[in-house]
């Protein structure tokens, strides 16, 4: 059974800094299948990222996703406030069909 | 415009059955390609897949609460229901529904509110 593991599990930063989260997979995964999202407190997940690369439909250019096979990563190219949350990476398998959430990493104000 | 309600109870004792209803509106579960999911987040913690219907009523649920999850939907109201058998407390927890699409990718892109459900005597 695949397993996410996302790292850091915290990230402290400053806005205007570079975050970069990572998402690695126990077994290779497709890439058309793994997604990014972010989680504000109290709020419903959103999604940012589909097809380990492709923005999401209002998403900001300053997130990016990329990678493939077991690792993927979420770059955020300089944080603004608002991007202060908890990012999950999201993998569907079809052996048996199942979605997989990963842990999280939650970036904080530095 | 996409929107999901969550519905159903907020308090249920251990071993009732919870029954939750996702009503939808902007899209219809007929269409190819269209999915609804269920996703459920204990306090503090992350989130877990637990079932998924599709236009074509093919059904997957998580393996690991495979026997106590059953997800339906009815086409005409716009609504997917989950039933969840012999609550626990651990089960406490928001749960989601979102839509998903699939073909070249698959993802959720629309998601409910959620409602928190807590298992208590």
């Known amino acids: 059974e695949i397993v996410l593991t996302q790292s850091p599990g915290t990230l402290s930063l400053s806005p205007g800094e570079r975050a970069t989260l990572s998402c690695r997979a126990s077994q290779s995964v497709s890439s058309s299948y793994l997604a990014w999202y972010q989680q504000k407190p109290g709020q419903a997940p959103r999604l940012l990222i589909y097809?380990?690369?492709s923005r999401a439909t209002g998403i900001p250019d300053r997130f990016s996703g990329s990678g493939s096979g077991t690792d993927f990563i979420l770059t955020i190219s300089r944080l603004e406030p608002e991007d202060f949350a908890v990012y999950y990476c999201q993998q569907y398998g079809s052996s048996p069909p199942k979605f997989i959430f990963g842990p999280g990493t939650k970036v904080d104000i530095k | 415009q996409v929107t999901l309600r969550e519905s159903g109870p907020a308090l249920v004792k251990p071993t009732q059955t919870l029954t939750l209803t996702c009503t939808f509106s902007g899209f219809s579960l007929s269409t190819s390609g269209t999915c609804v999911s269920w996703i459920r987040q204990p306090p503090g913690k992350a989130l877990e897949w637990l079932a998924f219907i599709d236009w074509d009523d093919e059904k997957y649920n998580s393996t690991s609460l495979k026997t106590r999850l059953t997800i339906s939907k009815d086409t005409s109201k716009n609504q997917v229901v989950l039933k969840m058998t012999n609550m626990d407390p651990v089960d406490t927890a928001t749960y989601y529904c979102?839509?998903?699409?699939?073909?070249?990718?698959?993802?959720?892109?629309?998601w409910g509110q959620g409602t928190l459900v807590t298992v208590s005597s």
């Open positions: 979102a839509r998903c699409r699939y073909g070249d990718f698959l993802y959720f892109d629309y």
């Open positions: 097809g380990a690369s």
